[in-house]
């Protein structure tokens, strides 16, 4: 608790966010083999306190700025020998904001993250597509060497 | 004059709608609903002492912000029996370094009033945050203007503080109000002249709930002011405390 205090009184506070990984698994073929990736997704909150000027006829208040940014591991196994692993992150795939002094339980994140759980995947899905290209030319550069090597 | 007021609302609801339009690029959207024991602007109840519900949302995008609230008057004394009103802003926060300046634009639409009532202000202030604490001063100009008899000013300071790590906000404010008068129905907005308001109170947080509780004042002698305005409604322009309920979205 007193950690949080600290972090709220700088300007913005960055929370991880209750880790549910999500995965994907996927088999790209390839003339070096069958490449193996395996994709883990996390999520990260970034808060920031700020205060708000009121809607026509309510006063200014506290308000938190909030943000959940997607991590995307991937480790994948290119024919017998090479390992390729990348890490790509998307910022603000969902944002909004809540009444109130910045707790992610009290400011109800949680519970917004829960329930676009779907965008999330399917922000994750599109970062496992537009990879596929990349481990395409791994794979390739690496076949290229063994043919070399 | 009526003119204007119609133009000035049919402006901000035409700048709002079109603020809506580009939803896609919207930076945020914040909307709830709320239900008050008494609908109390700058110290003076504006339904009658009754409760009051309202409905409200904000978009915001690149800088600038566009509102609507709708807030039940329940025939406002105030406000020529009006049943409703709605505000209609239009805003625009600057960053200067630590200070946050505000700009903006607000209609006041009524609905079912005897007559026209609506009004527009120009305001303007700056925020200042320190950790959990924010400072802040903003005026509000009405210019002269029939349905308000004249022209209107408040003057507002406020201080709103956070409890790090607990849901609960405290918030205090003091206000002054002045303008000219030139017919009743300044007593609108200031029931017997020039008055300073007050209010204290403390929100506690669970979204999408909100709870609230204030103590708001002004320095009117109620008691022993008497005034011609029928709009002046001086038994709901003294000292109260509410409490509200909102549900954000």
């Known amino acids: 608790m007193k950690t949080f205090a600290f972090a709220g009184i700088a300007a913005g506070l960055v929370l991880s966010a209750p880790a549910q990984a999500m995965e994907h698994k996927a088999v790209i073929e390839h003339p070096v083999g069958p ?8 999520t990260r909150v970034e808060m920031q306190q ?9 006063p200014s208040s506290l308000r938190c700025q909030w943000s959940v940014s997607l991590s995307v591991e991937r480790h994948a196994q290119v024919g017998a020998s090479l390992q390729a692993k990348r890490s790509m992150t998307r910022d603000d795939v969902i944002k909004g904001t809540s009444p109130g002094w910045c707790s992610e339980r ?16 399917s922000a994750m899905m599109a970062m496992v597509a537009q990879d596929r290209d990349v481990i395409l030319v791994e794979a390739d550069s690496a076949h290229a060497k063994q043919r070399v090597g | 004059m009526t003119g204007i007021d119609r133009s000035l609302g049919a402006a901000l609801i035409g700048a709002i709608a079109v603020s809506l339009a580009p939803q896609v690029q919207a930076q945020s959207v914040d909307a709830g609903v709320e239900a008050t024991t008494d609908e109390v602007r700058r110290g003076l109840s504006w339904s009658d002492g009754e409760v009051s ?51 903006e634009a607000i209609g006041h639409v009524f609905t079912n009033a005897d007559s026209n009532m609506n009004y527009g202000e120009l305001g303007l202030g700056a925020r200042y945050s320190i950790g959990p604490l924010q400072v802040g001063g903003m005026a509000w100009y009405a210019p002269k203007q029939d349905n308000i008899g004249g022209d209107n000013l408040h003057l507002r300071a406020t201080a709103d503080a956070g409890l790090p790590g607990f849901p609960v906000s405290v918030f205090a404010a003091l206000g002054y109000t002045t303008g000219d008068t030139q017919d009743s129905r300044s007593a609108r907005l200031r029931p017997a002249g020039d008055y300073t308001d007050w209010k204290v109170g403390a929100e506690f947080n669970q979204f999408p709930f909100t709870l609230g509780i204030e103590y708001v004042g002004t320095d009117i002698d109620t008691d022993n002011t008497v005034s011609v305005s029928p709009f002046a409604d001086l038994k709901h322009a003294g000292d109260r405390v509410l409490a509200l309920v909102r549900m954000s979205f």
């Open chain 1, 106 to 121: 009290g400011s109800g994140i949680d519970q917004i993250v829960e329930a676009r759980r779907d965008e999330l995947r």
């Open chain 1, 50 to 58: 700020i205060g708000t000027a009121g809607v026509g006829g309510r």
């Open chain 1, 35 to 42: 490449i193996a990736a395996d994709y883990t997704g996390a």
């Open chain 2, 53 to 103: 519900g309202s409905a409200d949302a904000r978009v915001g995008f690149g800088g600038l912000d566009a509102s609507l609230r709708l807030a039940m008057l329940r025939k406002s004394d105030r406000h020529a029996n009006a049943d409703a009103v709605a505000d209609l802003a239009l805003g625009k926060d600057w960053e200067a370094g630590a200070f946050t300046l505000r700009t």
